[in-house]
T-cell receptor, first 110, second 113 residues
Framework: GQSLEQPSEVTAVEGAIVQINCTYQ??????LSWYQQHDGGAPTFLSY????GLEETGRFSSFLSRSDSYGYLLLQELQMKDSASYFC???????????FGKGTRLHILP | DSGVTQTPKHLITATGQRVTLRCSPR?????VYWYQQSLDQGLQFLIQ???????AKGNILERFSAQQFPDLHSELNLSSLELGDSALYFC????????????FGPGTRLLVL
């Protein structure tokens, strides 16, 4: 079956750096996306990787290694407002379904 | 505000009933996606439409159907509702149907009693 694995919870300190990992087992791969979702809110797109390497957008970066079926989201200079759930998602082919991980809840300590 | 609108915000109905959820994409976006989010199943992709045509299908139940109209708004129809259909239903849109640029609406919270 198709699956994405990510840690259920991660805790970090304000101002620090945190990495959220995502490993996938899918029959195809078109791209890996990351979303942020605050409690009671809608998911917000953060980042996308289709090719190996690092993509940087402000305090957020995302990395992909297709040979390892692995990616991660890196959050720098953590702020209290970054406390949220983070989901990775894989689209297997251009016109195929999208599989989501179960989400990682990020707790930030002052 | 993502620019994607969904109505209604909340819906309470009984088992066996039928409901319609509506989504208006961001201006200019041709693609609409529907998702279901429940506590035990997480975020599940249901279906995608691009410019009126079905583009991709996820684990959408046969009791559920969707369509995208010429003005690009979309409706998700849920019929013969069961208790387990209680969930948040999100709509998202993107310009070119590319997964990396999806913008989510605020969601419709469905409660089946």
């Amino acid at each position: 079956g198709q699956s994405l694995e990510q840690p259920s919870e991660v805790t970090a300190v304000e101002g620090a750096i945190v990495q959220i990992n995502c490993t996938y087992q899918t029959s195809g791969f078109y791209g890996l996306s990351w979303y942020q979702q605050h409690d009671g809110g809608a998911p917000t797109f953060l980042s996308y990787n289709a090719l190996d390497g690092l993509e940087e957008t402000g305090r957020f970066s995302s990395f992909l290694s297709r040979s390892d079926s692995y990616g991660y989201l890196l959050l720098q200079e953590l702020q209290m407002k970054d406390s949220a759930s983070y989901f990775c998602a894989v689209r297997m082919n251009r016109d195929d379904k999208i599989i989501f991980g179960k989400g990682t809840r990020l707790h930030i300590l002052p | 505000d993502s620019g994607v609108t969904q109505t209604p915000k909340h819906l309470i109905t009984a088992t066996g009933q039928r409901v319609t959820l509506r989504c208006s994409p961001r201006s200019g976006d041709l693609s609409v996606y529907w998702y279901q989010q429940s506590l035990d199943q997480g975020l599940q992709f249901l279906i995608q439409y691009y410019n009126g045509e079905e583009r991709a299908k996820g684990n959408i139940l046969e009791r559920f159907s969707a369509q995208q109209f010429p003005d690009l708004h979309s409706e998700l129809n849920l019929s013969s509702l069961e208790l387990g259909d209680s969930a948040l239903y999100f709509c998202a849109s993107s310009a070119l149907g590319l997964v990396e640029t999806q913008y989510f609406g605020p969601g419709t919270r469905l409660l089946v009693l």
